[in-house]
C-alpha cells in the first residue's frame, strides 16, 4: 500500500469513527421505534453491495486487501447499534445493491464479505439479491453462523418477465446444499419501488411476481 493509500485510509476510518459516535452514543433511535410498535427493524444496507464489487475499494481510497478494515469497522458499528436494541426487536440486513427505476449500483458475488458479514454480523436473518448472476453463486452461504437465517432474493423487480417457477424452486434447492432448507426463505430481491419513478413494471406485473413467491414458498416449505 502506498502512502496516499495509507492517509486515505486513516482518513476514512476516522470518518467511520465520527459516524460510530453519533450512531451508537446518540439518540436512542431504536427504543424510539419500540415504543411506536415497531418489533422487526430491516437495515438497507447498501455498504455491503458495494464492499463486494469488484471496484468497490476504489470508492473507500484504498485496496481490495485494505477494504477489508472497513468491512471490520462497518461490522462493528452495527453490531454496536443491535447490542442496544430491546431483546424481543428481530433485526435483519438486506444487502441492497441499488434500485433505481430497474437499474443497478453495484455486483459482485458475496465471497469477499461472507467471513464478516455472514460470520459476525449480529442480525437475525439477511434478506440477500440472487436475481442474476451478479451476486454469484450460493457458496458463500455456508459461512451464515449460528441460526441466523437467509431470505433468498430469487424474484427480480428489475424486469416485467416473469421466472420459471421450477427453475426458482431448484435453485432454492441448491441453497440448500450450503444452510439448511428449514432456515432458508423466499422474497423478491428488493422493493418494486425504492425510489419515486418506480421500477419499470406494471401493477399487475408486480402482483404477479408475489403471487409466484407465495406458490413456490407454498410448495417448498408446505402452507
Avoid at 95 to 115: K, L, M, Q, W
Wanted: charged share 25%; aromatic share 8%.
Amino acid at each position: 500500500m502506498i502512502g496516499s493509500d495509507i492517509i486515505s485510509l486513516a482518513m476514512n476510518l476516522f470518518l467511520l469513527d465520527i459516524i460510530e459516535d453519533t450512531v451508537v452514543d446518540g439518540p436512542g433511535f431504536r427504543t424510539s421505534l419500540y415504543a411506536a410498535g415497531c418489533r422487526n427493524l430491516q437495515l438497507d444496507d447498501c455498504t455491503w453491495g458495494m464492499f463486494a464489487d469488484k471496484i468497490g475499494h476504489t470508492l473507500y481510497g484504498t485496496t481490495r486487501e485494505g477494504i477489508v478494515e472497513f468491512q471490520k469497522a462497518h461490522k462493528d458499528i452495527n453490531n454496536k447499534v443491535i447490542a442496544n436494541a430491546p431483546k424481543d426487536m428481530i433485526i435483519n440486513t438486506h444487502v441492497c445493491r441499488g434500485n433505481f427505476h430497474s437499474t443497478y449500483a453495484s455486483e459482485g458475488a458475496y465471497d469477499s464479505v461472507a467471513d464478516i458479514l455472514f460470520g459476525e454480523e449480529d442480525v437475525n436473518a439477511y434478506f440477500l439479491e440472487f436475481d442474476d448472476e451478479r451476486s454469484g453463486g450460493f457458496a458463500p452461504l455456508a459461512k451464515v453462523s449460528g441460526e441466523k437465517k437467509v431470505v433468498l432474493g430469487l424474484i427480480t423487480t428489475k424486469s416485467p418477465v416473469l421466472e420459471d417457477k421450477q427453475l426458482v424452486i431448484d435453485r432454492i434447492h441448491d441453497a440448500a446444499k450450503y444452510i439448511p432448507l428449514e432456515r432458508l426463505y423466499l422474497s423478491p430481491q428488493c422493493g418494486f419501488a425504492s425510489c419515486e419513478i418506480g421500477n419499470k413494471l406494471t401493477e399487475e406485473e408486480q402482483w404477479a411476481k408475489l403471487r409466484l413467491v407465495k406458490e413456490v414458498a407454498e410448495e417448498v416449505w408446505g402452507k
